[in-house]
């Protein structure tokens, strides 16, 4: 009896598909992805769209806020969304990785705090296909994987 990889990998190479194992690792780490169809670019670009704005500007140090706000919103979705480690989201905008841990505690705390920065965001993760449960469940902020208690304290 055949295995269900043994079907596939038949199926696939009758369609003239081979399989590689970078195509099996890709596949497979797509998986733990939350959104494996959305990345960096693809939030920078709606983020600045939205802040009207071009994405590269979100990339040089400027600290005026119609910069710093949609940069620092970026930094959030990144790191929480994508669940990219705060060291990898800090590559991005070449930023240190404690600079991607206060962005997201200030957009979580502008997100608590201020209605009309809660319904600017609300458009921007709808606009993304992010449903606001993936970030934050029943009223508590989720938690990225890579924290932990001892990292916290």
Known sequence: ???????????????????TSETLINAYFKSFIPFP??????IMRVVG????????????HAKPAPICEPRQVSMM???SALQY?????????????????????T???FYDTNREFRQRFTRIIFELGIDIEV????GKWVE??????SRSN
């Open 85 to 105: 480690s705060d060291t990898e989201t800090g590559w991005i905008f070449k930023k240190h990785r404690t600079t991607i841990l206060r962005a997201v505690r």
């Open 77 to 79: 979705l990144i790191y």
């Open 1 to 19: 009896m055949k295995t269900d990889y043994e079907k596939y990998d038949a199926l696939l190479k009758f369609v003239g598909f081979t399989v």
């Open 49 to 60: 769209n939205d802040y009207k704005i071009p994405p590269e500007r979100m990339l040089i």
């Open 144 to 149: 990225h994987p890579t924290t932990s208690a």
């Open 107 to 109: 957009i979580r705390n």
């Open 135 to 138: 970030l934050k469940k029943d």
């Open 37 to 42: 169809d959305l990345d960096e670019g693809d």
